[in-house]
């Protein structure tokens, strides 16, 4: 079998199986109790998604596990590798798109179409619905593609003379390449008049991948500078607010009491708002009313929560009180773990990414001594980074959740998320997984060089036409430290505080 690691295909198989396995789990506990024993399609979109997305992360450990099968071999062809990861890599990035722009959005009309329609129906009206969005997305890609779709590589033309080779010469730092004593050759004191730009125009894949990624990076940027603060925080200020002690009976009366009256005043302006819809009234006043009562319904199920967390009922109640205490116990732990790797990701971004050149390869260089130490222990590492920085999306996205401007984001619920709010975070974070994947390949460039995934996000993706000043000037990954560090500050000033009803909503007459 030559240099064929059958331990690292055993490992993939094992390893998609296993994720497989645990978006099950996820769909099971977190979809609504409406959507039990139906809804068949979605849920599978939905697994298969999320499925998608978590191996298209763990795909660049596997392509630096992959490519130590040559690391005793003179050069890379001179070896079989064990996975084909290039056109693993080119499977996967199909398949996303396939996923985000077509069967995502055809599960999400055909979830929420009209039910008395019949299966024949909902699906022509969903398959039109996509079809429209299709050529909408074609026309568009088209005509960037045909106007700015080329790539413009800066090249510099050398030239050099040549000299006499003298029984005197010695390789050695202080020998001069040519008797002129510089230190240097010829070729390399070109005067800068001689940089010229090469332009060639970028296949349609490549330049529809760099589009998508573009895209996901400015989600990135947004939710993944949120998420890398408020995912550890969220978890240790959950410890802080966590209830201390059980309440007496008397104490849960009077809170369930005042959480029912707070139900029925919700209601009354759920009913009112919902008449104000069908009388045509949807202005601005209508839409910002919804949001704020969407907002005190998502309050009022935390503070529900809390109230049952404090009172424990039934028979194991002491056994409940004992689990609820483990559990914030289990926040505080992984929040200080979390805080750690959060401080270790920004850190290695303005060392590595922002300072130029870098001060240090840090996490690179930790990945390699943990290799030193064991074959697989350093990519074990780095997997946990870049799932890491996929985590910290999810929970940036979930954070902003109804604050966003321009679209509201479906909150995602232990036992109570719909199929179209799990359909619209997969592909969320599908969409994102793309620009995950590239800014670790950059961020991690040292220690997974000469991987597919770098000649994929190599000199082409970071050329093209009005895109590369973005990559140029580290647009990303400045956005993202701001986004990071307004996120602590945020946090460390109001995170500690348990959020209270605000009641901004306000009915018309």
Not at 106 to 125: C, H, P, T
Not at 205 to 218: C, H, K, M
Not at 388 to 408: E, P, W
Not at 439 to 462: D, S, V
Request: proline fraction near 3%; hydrophobic fraction near 50%; charged fraction near 15%.
């Amino acid at each position: 079998m030559g240099d064929f690691n059958l331990a690292l295909l055993i490992v993939a198989i094992v390893v998609c199986v296993i994720v497989f396995l645990i978006n099950i789990y996820l769909l099971v506990n977190y979809q609504h109790p409406d959507d039990a024993n139906q809804a068949y399609f979605p849920k599978f979109v939905v697994v298969f998604g999320l499925s998608v997305a978590a191996i298209s992360i763990l795909m660049l450990p596997a392509d630096v596990a992959n490519r130590q099968a040559c690391r005793h071999s003179i050069y890379n062809g001179a070896c079989n590798l064990t996975l084909p990861m290039k056109e693993l890599w080119l499977a996967i990035y199909i398949v996303n798109a396939v996923l985000v722009f077509f069967i995502i959005p055809f599960a999400m009309f055909f979830y929420e179409g009209d039910q008395d329609k019949s299966l024949g129906k909902r699906i022509k009206s969903s398959l039109c619905w996509v079809v429209v969005t299709a050529i909408v997305c074609a026309l568009l890609l088209g005509i960037l593609y045909g106007l700015v779709g080329k790539v413009d590589f800066t090249v510099r033309h050398l030239s050099s003379g040549t000299t006499a080779f003298t029984n005197t010469f010695s390789f050695s730092s202080s020998e001069p390449c040519i008797g002129n004593g510089l230190h240097q050759c010829s070729a390399y004191s070109a005067s800068p008049s001689s940089e010229k730009t090469w332009t060639m125009r970028a296949t349609f894949p490549e330049y529809v991948v760099a589009l998508a990624t573009i895209v996901g990076s400015v989600l990135f940027m947004i939710f993944g500078g949120v998420g890398i603060a408020c995912l550890p925080l969220g978890l240790i200020f959950s410890f802080i607010r966590r209830p201390k002690a059980v309440i007496t009976r008397s104490q849960y009366i009077k809170e369930a009491t005042e959480l029912a009256k707070k139900a029925r005043e919700l209601k009354k302006a759920a009913d009112a708002l919902h008449q104000e819809e069908r009388n045509g009234k949807k202005g601005r006043k209508w839409r910002k009313n919804v949001k704020a009562v969407e907002k005190e319904l998502l309050l009022m199920e935390d503070d529900v929560k809390a109230l049952e967390e404090m009172y424990p009922q039934g028979e194991k109640a002491e056994t409940s009180w004992a689990l609820t205490v483990l559990g914030y116990l289990a926040k505080l732990v992984l929040g200080v773990l979390g805080l750690i790797v959060s401080i270790a990701w920004i850190a290695h971004i303005v060392i590595y990414l922002l300072i130029d050149p870098p001060l240090s390869p840090f996490l690179n260089w930790v990945f390699i001594k943990l290799d030193d130490v064991w074959g697989l222990l350093g990519t074990a590492a780095f997997a946990f980074f870049c799932f890491y920085l996929l985590l910290a999306v999810m929970a940036g996205a979930m954070m902003l959740g109804l604050k966003l401007v321009f679209i509201t984001i479906h909150p995602m619920k232990w036992g109570a998320t719909l199929m179209n709010s799990f359909l619209f975070n997969v592909g969320l974070i599908l969409l994102c997984s793309i620009s995950v994947i590239q800014f670790c390949a950059t961020a991690f460039a040292y220690y997974a060089q000469a991987t597919a995934a770098q000649e994929i996000f190599g000199h082409t993706l970071q050329s093209l036409r009005g895109i590369k000043y973005l990559y140029k000037y580290n647009v990303f990954q400045i956005g993202f430290i701001i986004l990071a560090g307004l996120t602590f500050v945020y946090y460390s000033i109001f995170g500690w505080r348990r959020k209270k009803p605000t009641g901004r909503f306000q009915l018309s007459s």
